[in-house]
Nanobody
Framework: QVHLVESGGGLVQSGGSLRLSCEGT????????MAWYRQAPGKERDLVAT???????HYVDSVKDPFTISSDNAKNTVYLQMNNLQFEDAAVYLC??????????????WGQGTQVTVSS
């Protein structure tokens, strides 16, 4: 069994910061690409940022400056540092990864999500 386990969400005041973590657990051969998505109530799931195994990153324009995605390949972990959080950033944040369990088999995996709430 392979899982993505997120942590680090919570309640923060507007302008504050949070650091999300997502660790892959189980029989993992290699994780190739990882990403963070978010979904607010009543809205679609939106991409926030991606990071490739080699370190190349991509951000949606709305989070490009205050958010930073990083990863530790040895720990099968991706992070999302979120600074200057605003009310519109409140959502369930979900981790996504392309995981190989063997050299010839890769599949897409989602975490269960972690709630980020921003207060005024």
């Amino acid at each position: 069994q392979v899982h993505l386990v997120e942590s680090g969400g919570g309640l923060v005041q507007s302008g504050g910061s949070l650091r999300l973590s997502c660790e892959g657990t189980g029989n993992i051969y290699r994780i190739n690409n990882m990403a963070w998505y978010r979904q607010a109530p009543g809205k679609e799931r939106d991409l926030v940022a991606t990071i490739q195994r080699g370190g190349e990153t991509h951000y949606v324009d709305s989070v490009k400056d205050p958010f930073t995605i990083s990863s530790d390949n040895a720990k099968n972990t991706v992070y999302l540092q979120m600074n200057n959080l605003q009310f519109e950033d409140a959502a369930v944040y979900l981790c996504f990864a392309e995981i190989q369990v063997s050299p010839n088999y890769e599949f897409e995996c989602w975490g269960q999500g972690t709630q980020v709430t921003v207060s005024s």
